[in-house]
């Protein structure tokens, strides 16, 4: 059985840092890509960054530059290296694994950031 489990959200004032990590089990996905989304009271999930099986990242245009996205396939992890938050960072982050036979997701940590 997959499961993703992610940790590291919090409160943290503007301009701050957090990493957010995501522990995936349950099979061998290093091959495969993998993200993080998020999403807002009253918004639509939105993909936040990618990273392919090779190594390969992509980021949504508001994160550029402050975010950054790695894995560690001998842990079986995925990151979220989150840097100079906003306010409008504050959201429910999710990670991500889209496979041919299920699209699956963890139950999601919570980033506030606020004064």
């Known amino acids: 059985q997959v499961q993703l489990v992610e940790s590291g959200g919090g409160l943290v004032q503007p301009g701050g840092s957090l990493r957010l990590s995501c522990v995936y089990s349950g099979g061998t996905f290093r091959s495969y890509a993998m993200g993080w989304y998020r999403q807002a009271p009253g918004k639509q999930r939105e993909r936040v960054a990618l990273?392919?099986?090779?190594?390969?990242?992509v980021y949504e245009d508001s994160v550029k530059g402050r975010f950054t996205i790695s894995r560690d396939n001998a842990k079986n992890t995925m990151y979220l290296q989150m840097n100079s938050l906003k306010p409008e960072d504050t959201a429910v982050y999710y990670c991500?694994?889209?496979?041919?036979?299920?699209?699956?997701w963890g139950q999601g940590t919570q980033v506030t950031v606020s004064s």
């Open positions: 990273i392919t099986g090779g190594g390969t990242t």
């Open positions: 991500n694994l889209p496979t041919s036979w299920a699209n699956y």
